[in-house]
């Protein structure tokens, strides 16, 4: 199910809420277990082979946490660890081993081509990021259910945000409608959940049609003049945006409509100055969970200029495998990793930048980079490299309307999270949403829908 599908919004999404509303009035100690159902049918739906996973999952890190609670043997967190993250390469980076394996004479790696469930990744950083700070002594325990919804929880199973435990377990207790404000957090969730909607059916939707052809026609080997070039690497920048941050957009209203707060995962990335700030913007999540669980584990910034330096690049080239099993993935987390270390360097020499060219050359750096980000093939980065600085076909053509669009709304912000918190209760705001959620239902009735980008990852 589609958050931008109709047998999501007019059958799972108003049963669910009903079923949610009905318990949490008349039975509110089966609001969580009934909630976590919900959760396990939205993921079982998309292929029911998934479901056992997950729940598995579930139980063995709860298992492995209730025993460390008990026991107090260090040991078995590591080891928890370890196993989920065998179980994230089995399923998703199998195939890379092997072919990285077959430039060792002599080691072999048997390839299996195992279906990728989704969500697999952020699920498994969530199970990493409790065990860890259940080690650490931050986390206490929590039962069976509780914990099976931290991770399961529908509206961000699939593609995040990435939430730590700490910013979700103290709402389950709460009677959500029960609250004063329970008729205002719903509907602004309503809101969230239209405006990220839109941002990807009249946006998202929209760019990609305009960048897939280009990247369709430079992976057959076709040479793009620079238009063209410009074309798809600038609609890929701006589709990925909305449809990424539509999806946030939706998974945040979504959980304010079930009475559960997510935290925000963009904050205007491509008015970012520098690349520090630009990951201060971007996948906040992510971004997070990568400094606190990889970056400062590697050492940080504590142990010197050159293990900082090396530890920025680790973190950021890792961070790009986890988007995908591929060079391509891997070579542009590394150059994410380089950019910050070389803006380290600049800020200890005592450089400064005006604004402006630092958002020009971050923006620029990002665009350049999400090329070989997109491509799939260094061939195919090469075919868009040389287009867009001159040595491709000749000519220039290029489709600029959505491009102009796109670049408005998502540079001059803000987000939908601010505006829409930011709004007054008034009759002719909520008529407006209305308006905007029928025309983009009859856009979702006349067109094909895309799956959002992140589902892959």
Request: charged content about 15%; aromatic content about 18%.
């Amino acid at each position: 199910m589609l958050f931008n599908s109709f047998i999501f919004l007019f059958a799972f999404l108003p049963a669910a809420l009903l079923i949610h509303w009905l318990v949490e009035r008349f039975k509110p100690e089966w609001r969580l277990p009934v909630l976590l159902g919900l959760s396990l049918f939205f993921y079982g739906y998309w292929d029911w082979r998934f479901a056992p996973l997950l729940m598995a999952s579930v139980v063995v890190n709860w298992l492995v946490a209730e025993s460390f609670t008990r026991t107090g043997r260090d040991i078995l967190i590591p080891l928890a660890i370890v196993a989920n993250l065998l179980v994230l390469a089995l399923f998703k980076y199998n195939n890379f081993f092997a072919d990285v394996a077959g430039f060792v004479p002599g080691l072999t790696i048997p390839r299996y081509d195992f279906a990728l469930p989704l969500g697999i990744s952020f699920f498994t950083f969530h199970h990493i990021m409790y065990l860890t700070d259940l080690k650490a002594g931050k986390a206490p325990r929590y039962d069976l259910v509780r914990y099976g919804l931290y991770i399961a929880f529908f509206p961000q199973v699939l593609a995040g945000p990435l939430v730590r435990w700490s910013e979700i377990m103290h709402q389950l207790d709460e009677r959500p409608y029960q609250r004063p404000d329970a008729e205002e957090r719903f509907a602004r969730g309503l809101m969230l959940l239209v405006a990220g909607l839109a941002k990807k059916v009249f946006l998202g939707d929209q760019l990609a049609d305009y960048t897939n052809p280009i990247y369709a026609a430079a992976e057959a080997g076709q040479a793009l003049d620079m238009g063209q070039a410009l074309q798809g690497a600038l609609g890929f920048t701006f589709q990925v945006y909305f449809d990424f941050s539509g999806y946030t957009d939706m998974a945040l209203g979504l959980g304010l409509m079930f009475g559960i707060v997510l935290p925000q995962n963009f904050d205007v990335p491509y008015r970012a100055t520098s690349l520090q700030d630009f990951w201060r913007r971007w996948h906040m999540t992510l971004s997070r969970f990568l400094r606190d669980y990889l970056y400062i584990a590697l050492g940080g910034s504590r142990k010197g200029l050159a293990l900082q330096l090396a530890a920025l690049t680790a973190t950021m080239a890792l961070g790009g495998l986890w988007h995908g099993a591929g060079w391509t993935f891997l070579v542009w987390g590394a150059l994410h990793g380089i950019g910050l270390s070389v803006a380290v360097l600049w800020r200890k020499a005592g450089y400064t930048m005006p604004s402006i060219v630092g958002w020009f050359l971050t923006f620029t750096f990002f665009v350049l980079t999400l090329t070989i980000f997109r491509s799939g093939s260094f061939e195919v980065a090469g075919n868009f490299y040389a287009a867009l600085f001159g040595f491709g076909a000749e000519g220039f053509t290029m489709k600029w309307r959505a491009l102009a669009i796109g670049a408005a709304i998502s540079m001059i912000g803000p987000t939908a999270w601010t505006f829409i918190h930011k709004l007054p209760p008034r009759p002719w705001i909520a008529t407006l949403f209305a308006i905007l959620f029928v025309v983009v239902l009859f856009k979702i009735g006349d067109d094909a829908n895309y799956e959002f980008i992140y589902f892959q990852f």
